[in-house]
Structures are given as structure tokens and as C-alpha cells.
T-cell receptor
Framework: DGGITQSPKYLFRKEGQNVTLSCEQN?????MYWYRQDPGQGLRLIYY???????QKGDIAEGYSVSREKKESFPLTVTSAQKNPTAFYLC??????????FGSGTRLTVV | GENVEQHPSTLSVQEGDSAVIKCTYS??????FPWYKQELGKRPQLIID?????GEKKDQRIAVTLNKTAKHFSLHITETQPEDSAVYFC??????????FGTGTRLTVIP
């Protein structure tokens, strides 16, 4: 699916629960990103990672955590501290000389 | 950091007419300017990009122009078709990593 796979496609979270969104790429891209998209809104950066074992907060990192133990993988955990997690989450990867490739997204809903 | 502004937020055109979406950026060191198309519920897809060493790039019905002095770039879609209806995002960055996105333009092509 374009070399970058997000799973699951739909995810339901109960109040107070942590959930983890998966993002895997086989493009050999160094950089990976997580964005949140609310209905009718643009893309807001949550976290990004330029290299393995290193990542930086984006504009809306509160209530989220990430890890980058492997080049191919950049999972995002939505913690119970994120009070309004219902949104569409997009993962992307890139190389130095070419723009982003996006995953197909995960739609998270709080129930 | 970079700040990208995008206008208009919504745009309706008659089928066959042209559509123009404009973006401005703040960081004079930005040198990579991609445009993404996002259909409802799907991932953003790169449709065209331009680097700061050229002023215009064209791909069939789509063209992008860049004015480095004024720090603005535009997407032009000619002979619009209903399948062009989507949300379009501009972005800017130094290199192709760490893109800063505009807030998006919802284009509707009326048959």
C-alpha cells in the first residue's frame, strides 16, 4: 500500500485507555512523522523522527508518545492524558530529497 | 519556524474552468514546495512539487508557480473535472523533510 502501512484502519478507545497505532514503512526512509487531522481541518504535527532512537515533539505532542527502535517502525501511543483523541491519524515518511509518502490513516474514536 | 498560509479555504468552479490556489511562506530558506491532494477519507497524495531553482513546473493539467521574492507559490488546475474535487494542501520546507503544511483548500468542481 504505497510502501507505508498503518494499522488498524479503525480503532475504538474507551475512556482512560491507552491505545497504540502502528506505522511501518519499507521505503528505507530515514524520517517518519505523525499527524492528526480533525474534520475539515489541516494537518497538525504530533511527533517526528529523523533517525532511529531519536524523535522530537511537534505542535500537539501532549497526551501522545512515540518510539523509534527500528528504522521501519514508528508507533504512536495515544494515552489517557489526551482528552480529545477522536481524529484521523496519518503517518508519513520521507527522504532528504523527496517529499512525504503518507499511510492510509487510522480513524480513532472514543466510545 | 516556517509559517504557511493558504487561500482560499473553499473554492467552487464549474467543470472545465480553471482553479487557482495560493500559498505564502515565511522562511526565505525554504526550497521545496509540494502540493498534496486528499480525497475524502483517504491519504494525501503528492500531485506536484517544485524546488526553488525553478519558477514554474507543469504536469498535464496541473501547474505550480513559485515567486521566491514575494515568497508565494500557486497551484493551477486547468480544464477542471469532477474527479479534481478534493482538499488540496500546500507545504514548504528546507529540503524535503519537516514539511510545514497550509490549512487546506476544499475544491468542488460542479458538473
Amino acid at each position: 500500500d504505497g510502501g507505508i502501512t498503518q494499522s488498524p484502519k479503525y480503532l475504538f478507545r474507551k475512556e482512560g485507555q491507552n491505545v497504540t497505532l502502528s506505522c511501518e514503512q519499507n521505503l528505507n526512509h530515514d524520517a517518519m512523522y505523525w499527524y492528526r487531522q480533525d474534520p475539515g481541518q489541516g494537518l497538525r504535527l504530533i511527533y517526528y523522527s529523523q533517525i532511529v532512537n531519536d524523535f522530537q515533539k511537534g505542535d500537539i505532542a501532549e497526551g501522545y508518545s512515540v518510539s523509534r527502535e527500528k528504522k521501519e517502525s514508528f508507533p504512536l501511543t495515544v494515552t489517557s492524558a489526551q482528552k480529545n483523541p477522536t481524529a484521523f491519524y496519518l503517518c508519513a515518511s520521507s527522504t532528504l530529497n523527496y517529499g512525504y509518502t503518507f499511510g492510509s490513516g487510522t480513524r480513532l474514536t472514543v466510545v | 519556524g516556517e509559517n504557511v498560509e493558504q487561500h482560499p479555504s473553499t473554492l467552487s468552479v464549474q467543470e472545465g474552468d480553471s482553479a487557482v490556489i495560493k500559498c505564502t511562506y515565511s522562511d526565505s530558506a525554504s526550497n521545496y514546495f509540494p502540493w498534496y491532494k486528499q480525497e475524502l477519507g483517504k491519504r494525501p497524495q503528492l500531485i506536484i512539487d517544485i524546488r526553488s531553482n525553478v519558477g514554474e513546473k507543469k504536469d498535464q493539467r496541473i501547474a505550480v508557480t513559485l515567486n521566491k521574492t514575494a515568497k508565494h507559490f500557486s497551484l493551477h488546475i486547468t480544464e477542471t473535472q469532477p474527479e479534481d474535487s478534493a482538499v488540496y494542501f500546500c507545504a514548504a520546507s528546507r529540503g524535503a523533510n519537516n514539511l510545514f503544511f497550509g490549512t487546506g483548500t476544499r475544491l468542488t468542481v460542479i458538473p
